[in-house]
Nanobody
Framework: QVQLAESGGGVVQAGGSLRLSCAASGRAFTRFAVAWFRQAPGKEREFVAT???????YHSDSVKGRFTISRDSAKNTVYLQMNSLKPDDTAVYYC????????????????WGQGTQVTVSS
């Protein structure tokens, strides 16, 4: 089993930056793919970015060039650096993990954190 805990959310003005962290406990992230998803009020959960245990990354078109997913294996933590934030980025951000390959399908992930709120004001 692995437990995930997100942190780093908050309120920021449009154009600002935040860095979210997803810390794992119970088991190392080795051989896990980790992803970030987000869910805005009244909308479905949306894929944001994913990172393979080998280091390969993939970002959704809506955040490409603004957000960057990365990992620190020594700290068992995955990050989401969010720059040039827009009001449309307002959502609860979740990290999720699965053994094996990456996926943009939330149903493929077995482990989820509780989420962290990001609010971008205009």
């Amino acid at each position: 089993q692995v437990q995930l805990a997100e942190s780093g959310g908050g309120v920021v003005q449009a154009g600002g930056s935040l860095r979210l962290s997803c810390a794992a406990s119970g088991r190392a992230f080795t051989r896990f793919a980790v992803a970030w998803f987000r869910q805005a009020p009244g909308k479905e959960r949306e894929f944001v970015a994913t990172i393979h245990w080998g280091g390969g990354t993939y970002h959704s078109d809506s955040v490409k060039g603004r957000f960057t997913i990365s990992r620190d294996s020594a700290k068992n933590t995955v990050y989401l650096q969010m720059n040039s934030l827009k009001p449309d980025d307002t959502a609860v951000y979740y990290c999720a993990a699965k053994i094996g390959s990456t996926s943009s399908d939330s149903g493929a992930y077995s482990y989820w954190g509780q989420g962290t709120q990001v609010t971008v004001s205009s």
